[in-house]
């Protein structure tokens, strides 16, 4: 039923459900009715002839009683009278019939005929009021039968009557359901004409056509529905008109935008165009620039100190200097406006990796201690002690900044001191802000002067820049550098006092873990002496960080005294350590004063002179002193200690000095260096400078000669110049490293503004840069750094990897590990032609450079192949690769 | 008058009445009913009620249906006998007592077989039951002026009514027409016979001639005729005869105390002779008497016009 009506449309299923109803209700009815009129009729037909039969009954009484059969025939006669009658009996109480009459011309079938049967009764009728006897009311007496009489009726009008009743019945019955059927017709037609009319209106809406109206005039809720619907219509047509009025006007302007756009874009393309190309034009000028600049410069510089070094006249050696110097400002000059050009430009990518701070401020001090000796100036760095050995950042940019600010610092101060001082902030949001400030004692700026010190080309005022030159580009490279790492810069300065510049860093707040941790010293008692109170406090910090007893003066007299006091006690110091200006000290053994401390005390010392001979210690035969460059680096200051303590040393760090002649330069004899460079000039250059260290120089003009010699020799030390003919320095450092000299450490010459993150150099599978000009001091660095013998080796041709520089350590680790991840490839793949070769390799490397940890893993590598267990050797990895991730070359250098 | 000369004036006077008159004595009534029937409760409801509130009378009742005794109370102390009902009527009768007794609600055929031949002072009287017939007569005058001739069926109890049949006084122009019915005679068939011959029926209350067997068929015969029927009971209204006169329990124990009454008054043991019933009811069934063509007269008139008449004679 509920398919039929989902099926049907609503005309049908109003029809359906206004029709069924009826045509049931109709159909009970009718019957119903014609049911009961029949039964009535038959029931009628019995009760009458019941009623009959019991009034003939009580009406034959007296006829029965009396025997009375003329009066019994009497009654029986109305009876007869009846239509229906067909035949009356009347019996006495013994069966005996008394009268019989039929009704002539009648011969019913037995079917159609009903005999009813009533007794004739005799019942007293009450004549007294009350019984005499018992004075009651008479009781009810009982009839007594006295006979009975029998009718029998006709059914036949009965037959008739039903029959009709029946006709009756179906004629109005059919009637009925007609009726209903044309009723439930015009209701439905009514109600779903008017229905489907609005539903194809709406259709025709939904359809686009909104002119569709409907035109019915249906009475009731239907014509407001149709009303509804057309004024609904009427309002979407008009909203649709204006919308599409709006629509296209929006669309003209649109479209008028669209083509401004284009226009401005293509614009905007040309004007990008132009940009990047005037850029590239500028990078690559600047590039050429920096090239054809620094070289020529390289070799002015070069040479000259070289010509220095000749035996010259006091003039000539006058006009050398004079060229060199002017040679260093113009390098400095372009130097400033290479690095401002880059950040104006925004082409400066920053760093971030984890590096240790500390170091890299004792190198950038390192650079400077040599100027501000020859100013005698007192050249200090401050570590507070909540400063983290390492911090995530761009380690060039601070240095750069820090560098630009010492610099600057020494060269507009002329007496007193210039102090470095570093502090943190670690507060618990995640963020550590390192705080740099360099105080200087110079000439100082005024208010004006520092509100436009951070613009370019600025330098304080026009006499200043007579004066002291520069390009005033230096602290506008720090604003932008300082900007650039998200923090801040300022100034604090009064004129003829001095200046602090200072400038924040946020680094992330990283666990401390990895902060110095070192306390080589505890327990040790240390007394500290140095006139200058920030070198003082700087010298204190430090001891106090490596966990000695400190006690501090910066007064003479007072060290005497505490010397003397010293001397008395079960436990006296174990170390001095004493600062001295350049006007203090008169040389050793010569110092009277230091002959005097050296009665009182006998404890091993260290004396820190402010001078740049002696930036290797030194350190006096028999007499338990040493002598080192101040500000000293952490690890040299430490080393000596260690040895005039007589520690063990654990690193195999450069050799302490214990010669008396700090003049020996011969570092770096039996060196095997390979210079490739296409310029004649800075070939000579580096031969001579070499040279002069006792290095064997091998030269290459371009790539292609380098690879050749280094495919069949093995060097120390590759210089590649990276701009060459024939073969650029980048591609011969790919074909090298995949030769003999793959460990080799290659160090790019370059005039080129160059990205020396480690991550880039490792890329191209260098391992540093030396920007040309090279200064010589920044040739033996890199000489220390990768290069460094340790003092007394056996000349067995095969050399402790992890006893050399720490820069030659890591390529080792590196190719190591390269080594491993091959291994582990070809394992994974089941390569064992691959696999074989790299074991071979890396059997190589450990026999070679006397891995003996590694040695032992290699065996069992071996063994585990020879069965065949590609879970055994797997495993050997594994431990292999943990045992190399535990060697870095911080943990070999402490 | 001085106050005491005027009190044994009083005095004086109280002693002389009192001399006077009679003394009267207070009385005790025993009554015996038959039953505990309605008819014979209501007759002694209304005595109590009566005599209840007099000192001078002192009731006691025995009751015969419960109570098969020898009536022992009965004794010299009771002054006079009201029984109530044949039964009763017919115990004391035999126990033969001197004391005065009043048969009451007996049919005067059983009062006439008790007393048998009893004459003079009697000790005994009754108040019937029964109706005079000259009531009856009186009432079918009124409501059947028309019908002359009155039929009468009497059987072997109601034959002792002869006496009075012959000696009633009829109303004018009217005749009365006897007939008897012996056991072997077929009554319906005898009055066939006589309403032949009559244009009205006197009924009377006899087992043979009326009984509750047959007074429909006569009442049918009768109807049949156009013949109405005046009898001696609302029932025999109700079962369609046209009118009848009755009494009610209530009427009689008036007569009853009437009668007590007026034999005290006499002061003589002789009880006053036996009456029917003074006071009575008239029943009409409109319906029988309408169709057949009696006037159309309300029962109280009829009972004063009968009244009237009866005091007439």
Redo the contacts between chains.
Sequence with gaps: MNKLLQRSDIGHRILLLFTAPLFLIILSLGYYATDMQMNDARTALLERGELIAKHLADLS??GL??TDIRELHRQAGTVMREPDTLHVKISNNSGRLLLHINKAGTEPRADQIVTFTAPVL?????????????????AT?TSQPIGSVQISLSTAAMEHRRNSILLTGIVLTCSGLLLSILLAYLVAHSVSGPIIQLTGIVNELTGGRLSARSAGRSPGELGTLEQGINQMAGTLEDTQKQLRKEVEEATEALQETVRKLESRNAELDQARSDAVNAGAAKSDFLARMSHEIRTPLSAVIGFSGLLEKTGLSENQQEYIHTITQAASQLLLIIDDILGYSRLDSNTLDLESISFDLHEALENAISIFSKQAHEKRLELVLYIHSDVPQYITSDPNRISQLLTNLINNAIKFTNDGHVIVEVSAETPDNGVATINFSVTDTGIGLSEAEQAHIFDPFIQGDISTSRKYGGTGLGLSICKKLADLLGGEIHVNSFPGTGSTFSFTVHVPNEVTARKNAIKPLVGRKVLVYDRNPFALRALRNRFFTWGATVFNTADRDRLMEILAADAQQDSPCELLIMGLSQDEYNGIPHDAWLEDVRRICSAPAIVLIGDELHDLPTCIADTQMCILSKPPRSDRLLRVIRKVLSLDDETGAENIATAVNPDQKKTFARLNVLVVEDNSFNQRLFDQLLSSHGAHVALAENGEEACKLAAHRLFDLILMDIHMPVMGGIRATQLIREGTNRLTPIIALTADVFADSDQYLESLGLDDVLYKPVAEQKLVNILHKWCQLPAQEADTGERDAMTRPAGFQKRLQRELGRQLNALRKALDSGDQAHFADHMHQLKGLVQYFGLTEFTDRFRSLEEARDTGSVQSMQEVLDTLETLLAGITPDNQAR | MSRFRRACCLLLLGALYCAASPRVQAMDIMMVASSRGELYERFLDTIRDRYGTQNDVHLSTIYLDREARTLTEIDETTDLLLTVGTRAASTVAELGLPIPAINAIIPESSYRTLIGSETGCSKRSAIFIDQPLRRQALLASHIFPNARNYGVLLGPVSRQRRVEIDTMELPADRRLIVRNVTQEENTVATTRKLLKETDLLLAVNDPLVLNRENAKLLLYAAYQKQIPIIGFSRAYVRAGAAAAVFSEPEQMAKQAMEMIKHWRSRNSSCLPGPEYTRYFRVAINTGVARSLGGDDKDEDTLIKMILKQEQRQ
């Design positions: 009484e007296l009683y009396s005799r019942a007293g009728v009450e004549i007294l009021d009350f019984d005499i006897e018992s004075g009651e009311a008479p007496d």
